[in-house]
Antibody, heavy 118, light 113 residues
Framework: QVQLQESGPGLVKPSETLSLTCAVS?????????WGWIRQPPGKGLEWIGYIYHSGSTYYNPSLKSRVTISFDTSKNQFSLKLTSLTAADTAVYYC???????????WGQGTLVTVSS | QSVLTQPPSVSGAPGQRVTISCTGGSSNIGAGYDVHWYQQLPGTAPKLLIYVNSNRPSGVPDRFSGSKSGTSASLAITGLQAEDEADYYC?????????????FGGGTKLTVL
């Protein structure tokens, strides 16, 4: 079955850029679907960040659009998130997930906690 | 402040029925966009529980059901079990003059008494 696994630094300094990777197994990401990122600040709810279609088209949350880039590395069957100009408000568990045609997300990765602190 | 509004908490005794509401507006649920529900057990990633308003993925017990009407949706859980204690989130899509985006409810914590 399809499985997703996030990886990246657990601690990033304010004003720096966060780079996360989501490795996908069990399906070739260039074959179909959207592939997305969602985050959850500690003790809070879920916030959609954006997703990328298998064709390469990207869609971002308007509130984060100026700071977000999502891209593919099809040779490694993974996709990535870059978030610039970090502040403490970006501290969260970051999840990657597959988005289906009717905009539901399934499955999700286990999540990775990113703390923004000096 | 979430675009979709859920009660912060609900509770029920084992065996009882509980419902969780998800209220949106004319730019999301009321515009015809589908509603999906997720269950997040403590310390784990969200898991798809109900998709496209009322459909259960394979493996989800039929104790869980969803419905949608107008600008709102609901998740019902019957025969409550201790293992149902979790956070539940609704999700839809919103399209307005300020842009289009995926939106989530603020989440509802279910406590099994």
């Amino acid at each position: 079955q399809v499985q997703l696994q996030e990886s990246g630094p657990g601690l990033v300094k304010p004003s720096e850029t966060l780079s996360l990777t989501c490795a996908v197994s069990g399906y070739s990401i260039s074959s179909g679907y959207y592939w997305g990122w969602i985050r959850q600040p500690p003790g809070k709810g879920l916030e959609w960040i954006g997703y990328i279609y298998h064709s390469g088209s990207t869609y971002y949350n308007p509130s984060l659009k100026s700071r977000v880039t999502i891209s593919f590395d099809t040779s490694k069957n993974q996709f990535s998130l870059k978030l610039t100009s970090l502040t403490a408000a970006d501290t969260a568990v970051y999840y990657c997930a597959r988005r289906w045609d009717l905009v539901q997300f399934d499955p999700w990765g286990q999540g990775t906690l990113v703390t923004v602190s000096s | 402040q979430s675009v979709l509004t859920q009660p912060p908490s609900v509770s029920g005794a084992p065996g009882q029925r509980v419902t969780i509401s998800c209220t949106g507006g004319s730019s999301n649920i009321g515009a015809g966009y589908d509603v999906h529900w997720y269950q997040q057990l403590p310390g784990t990633a969200p898991k798809l529980l109900i998709y496209v308003n009322s459909n259960r993925p394979s493996g989800v017990p039929d104790r869980f059901s969803g419905s949608k009407s107008g600008t709102s949706a609901s998740l019902a859980i019957t025969g409550l079990q201790a293992e149902d204690e979790a956070d539940y989130y609704c999700q839809s899509y919103d399209s307005s003059l300020s842009g289009s985006r995926v939106v989530f409810g603020g989440g509802t914590k279910l406590t099994v008494l």
